[in-house]
Nanobody, 122 residues
Framework: VQPEESGGGLVRAGDSLRLSCTASERKFIDYAVGWFRQAPGKEQEFVGTIDYGTTTTTYLPDSVKGRFHVSRDSAKNTVYLQIDTLEPEDTAVYYC???????????????WGQGTQVTVSS
């Protein structure tokens, strides 16, 4: 599968944004999808994952829990990352990736998108 992110852009602090991760292959539903971000000069950071299939099982780290939400629309072959109350510190390139199982580790993900830039102005 080849995931592709979209929905990034320049937003203001306090705004909300929804990123999309789409794959053309029908089997995308058979993969767990993780979201990661990388800010300039920083290491890649895990920000959430959703399990494969039609489950709504998700996991998000405490650092973003409450502001970030991950969901899947199986009919559209799309996984979303909703980010509320954006902060300048959320500025980063956001990546989605597919894996056979949920994981917080980037090494578990086989297929990666090219990333979408999110820039939050104060």
């Amino acid at each position: 599968v080849q995931p592709e992110e979209s929905g990034g852009g320049l937003v203001r602090a306090g705004d909300s944004l929804r990123l999309s991760c789409t794959a053309s292959e029908r089997k995308f539903i058979d993969y767990a999808v993780g979201w990661f971000r990388q800010a300039p000069g920083k290491e890649q950071e895990f920000v959430g994952t959703i399990d494969y299939g039609t489950t709504t099982t998700t996991y998000l780290p405490d650092s973003v829990k409450g502001r970030f939400h991950v969901s899947r629309d199986s009919a559209k072959n799309t996984v979303y990352l909703q980010i509320d109350t954006l902060e300048p510190e959320d500025t980063a390139v956001y990546y989605c990736a597919a894996s056979r199982y949920m994981s917080i580790h980037e090494s578990a993900y086989e297929f990666w998108g090219q990333g979408t830039q999110v820039t939050v102005s104060s």
